[in-house]
Each structure stands twice: as structure tokens, then as C-alpha cells.
């Protein structure tokens, strides 16, 4: 099966820089998305970036112009820079990836990692 690892999380003040990464392994036949969703308490999980095979790139309104997500293929890594971080911010960060399996390798599903929590506060 495939297994999404998470880590770059942890407590950052306001202003600051944080980078999550994700890696993927297991029974990997191809990746057609990798991405980010996140998820406040109180709110819903809601889409941070993702990027997709092309390399097309997605993101929140919110985030614009201060998060890059970008990819190591050869890896099958995301990576999310996160700059001028603010306290709206903190939340769990949640994994996804889109992902074809040697087994089934023209059929796609959805993975999602463990979660790990960003918290921006002074």
C-alpha cells in the first residue's frame, strides 16, 4: 500500500518561515497530484496548495503571494514554503496525494497523510 510521511511542522512567531514536506512510498505506479489541505479547529478542511503532474499549481486565495509549493518527482516529494506566516494559519496540515498503484496502475486514488500541526503565535 502507499504511505504518505509528514514532517516540517512545529510552533513559528508571526512573520516567520516554515517548510512542510511530504513523501510518498509504496506500491507507486505514478503520482497525478500532490498537495496540501488544512483544517482549524471549528472550521473545515479546506484546500492550502497542490501541485499536479504537469506541475500546475493550485492554491488558496489566502495564501497566495506567501506559500510555494513545489515537487522532487524523482522522490515522490512535496515540499510547501510557507513565509510570512500568520497567527490564521495555524491549523493541522493534512497530506494529499493522487496516486495510481502498480496493481491498478490506471486507476487513481486519493491518500491522505497523518496530519501535523503548524501553530503561528508570538
Known amino acids: 500500500q502507499v504511505q504518505l510521511v509528514e514532517s516540517g511542522g512545529g510552533l513559528v512567531q508571526p512573520g516567520g518561515s516554515l517548510r512542510l514536506s511530504c513523501a510518498a512510498s509504496?506500491?507507486?505506479?505514478?503520482?497525478?497530484?500532490m498537495g496540501w489541505y488544512r483544517q482549524a479547529p471549528g472550521k473545515q478542511r479546506e484546500l492550502v496548495a497542490n501541485?499536479?503532474?504537469?506541475?500546475?499549481?493550485n492554491y488558496a486565495d489566502s495564501v497566495k503571494g506567501r506559500f510555494t509549493i513545489s515537487r522532487d518527482s524523482a522522490r515522490n516529494t512535496v515540499h510547501l514554503q510557507m513565509n510570512s506566516l500568520k497567527p490564521e494559519d495555524t491549523a493541522v496540515y493534512y497530506c494529499n496525494a493522487q496516486i495510481a498503484t502498480t496493481a491498478l496502475k490506471y486507476l487513481t486514488y486519493v491518500f491522505w497523510g497523518q496530519g501535523t500541526q503548524v501553530t503561528v503565535s508570538s
Open positions: 509504496g506500491s507507486i505506479f505514478s503520482i497525478n497530484a
Open positions: 501541485i499536479t503532474s504537469d506541475g500546475s499549481t
